[in-house]
């Protein structure tokens, strides 16, 4: 057996000794390290006659290569092993169902404004916004009601503070969402199909008011919308919000300074051992305000009134909110008890849609 035998056979033994990364590295560094023992031989060739040098040499080559081989697969099969002893320890079951944790809920108005969007959306309505602090102009004098109408007593406007001395009327809390007609016919002109949901304030406060509550206006405008449309949009709206097979509508003439006819619509219902049932009974119930969009109205915004008409609407959400969902008092809408909350809230991550249902 020659020198090289016995180192071959030494450092293979070794090799397969070695019983973690840290003691592998270490025969390596023995071996073919700077100073390892093979590194050590192959300084020695310098010292042999050319003959020998080749022989001996070539036999070198081969064993570093062998040892170098062997050591990659060792420490291959090393890793190998401890990735399987550490998942063995941390092994982890996705299949188990998942640890529920509390969230929010949402809240039943923004639950319907959800609803409601996902509804009028489907009709070609897109949403529209305005300020809810408003001017005055907006709130009222382009929706036809002039500084001594009477209606601007029946809002119960909140009045923002002008500076001493500054003479001009003061900025209003909106009292009303129909302001956003006038502002979005006034950026897009018309046709148009708007909805506008979001917060109204007026000065009341008992079961059914709040000092601040919402609303959703509707306006469309084309050359030639009529009540007969107004009638289908709302019908299916209804019928979709209220997920019952049918509605009926009631038109009952009424007044609006901002539109004329004016109608206030009312919905079939019936009151059965305290159980609110929408879509049938001998109860009606109203829920909004509509007409035809006054002349004036359309001529305030900037639309010219013998080209084109359209219908607007106006409906409180947290009302259709109570009849829907069942209720009873408006004032817990916005006292934030947490209880309340979890008992009337809707699960953070499921949206309304029509295909899904609305209210799962
Ligand atoms: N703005 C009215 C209110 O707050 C509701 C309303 C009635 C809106 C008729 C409309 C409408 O757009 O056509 O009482």
């Known amino acids: 057996m020659t020198a090289l035998d016995t180192l071959r056979g030494k450092y293979i033994e070794a090799i397969a000794a070695?019983?973690?990364?840290?003691?592998?590295?270490?025969?390596?560094?023995?071996?073919?390290?700077?100073?390892?023992?093979?590194?050590?031989?192959?300084?020695e060739l310098g010292q042999m006659s050319p003959e020998e040098r080749q022989t001996v040499g070539a036999a070198l080559n081969r064993l570093r290569d062998e040892l170098d081989a062997s050591l990659r697969a060792r420490k291959a099969g090393l890793a190998d092993a401890a990735l399987d002893a550490r998942l063995k320890t941390?092994?982890?079951?996705?299949?188990?169902p998942g640890r529920p944790r509390r969230m929010g809920t949402i809240h039943p108005v923004s639950q319907v404004m959800a609803e409601l969007t996902a509804i009028f959306a489907d009709m070609g309505f897109a949403v529209a916004e305005?300020?809810?602090?408003?001017?005055?102009?907006?709130n009222f004098d382009a929706l036809n009601i002039p500084p001594e109408h009477p209606a601007r007593q029946e809002h119960d406007t909140f009045f923002m503070a002008r500076a001493p001395g500054d003479a001009r009327p003061p900025h209003v809390l909106r009292t009303h969402t129909s302001p956003v007609q006038i502002r979005a016919m006034q950026a897009q002109g018309a046709p148009i199909r708007v909805i506008?949901?979001?917060?109204?304030?007026r000065m009341d406060m008992d079961q059914t008011h709040t000092p601040m509550f919402h609303q959703v206006e509707g306006l469309a405008i084309?050359?030639?919308?009529?009540?007969?449309?107004?009638?289908?949009?709302?019908?299916?709206?209804?019928?979709?919000?209220?997920?019952?097979?049918?509605?009926e509508l009631r038109f009952r003439a009424s007044h609006f300074p901002f539109t004329e006819p004016s109608a206030e619509v009312d919905i079939?219902?019936?009151?059965?051992?305290?159980?609110?049932?929408?879509?049938?009974?001998?109860?009606?119930?109203?829920?909004?305000?509509?007409?035809?969009?006054?002349p004036k109205v359309l001529a305030a915004a900037g639309v010219n009134p013998d080209e084109w008409q359209g219908f607007a609407f106006g409906m409180g959400i947290?009302?259709?909110?109570?009849?829907?969902y069942g209720?009873?008092?408006?004032?817990?809408?916005?006292?934030?008890?947490l209880r309340w909350l979890r008992h009337y809230g809707f699960a953070a991550l499921d949206m309304p849609d029509l295909a899904g249902g609305l209210s799962r």
């Open 318 to 324: 947290d009302r259709i909110a109570m009849l829907k």
């Open 90 to 96: 941390e092994w982890l079951d996705v299949t188990l």
């Open 268 to 294: 079939r219902c019936s009151w059965e051992g305290g159980q609110l049932k929408i879509g049938e009974g001998d109860g009606w119930l109203e829920i909004l305000g509509s007409g035809m969009v006054h």
């Open 222 to 247: 084309d050359r030639d919308i009529s009540m007969a449309n107004l009638k289908w949009v709302l019908e299916e709206f209804c019928r979709a919000f209220f997920e019952v097979p049918s509605v």
């Open 327 to 337: 209720i009873p008092d408006l004032r817990a809408f916005f006292e934030s008890d």
């Open 196 to 201: 506008a949901p979001g917060r109204v304030y």
């Open 18 to 43: 070695a019983a973690d990364e840290a003691a592998l590295e270490d025969v390596r560094l023995a071996a073919l390290g700077k100073k390892g023992e093979i590194s050590l031989k192959m300084r």
């Open 130 to 138: 305005g300020p809810q602090v408003e001017s005055d102009w907006f």
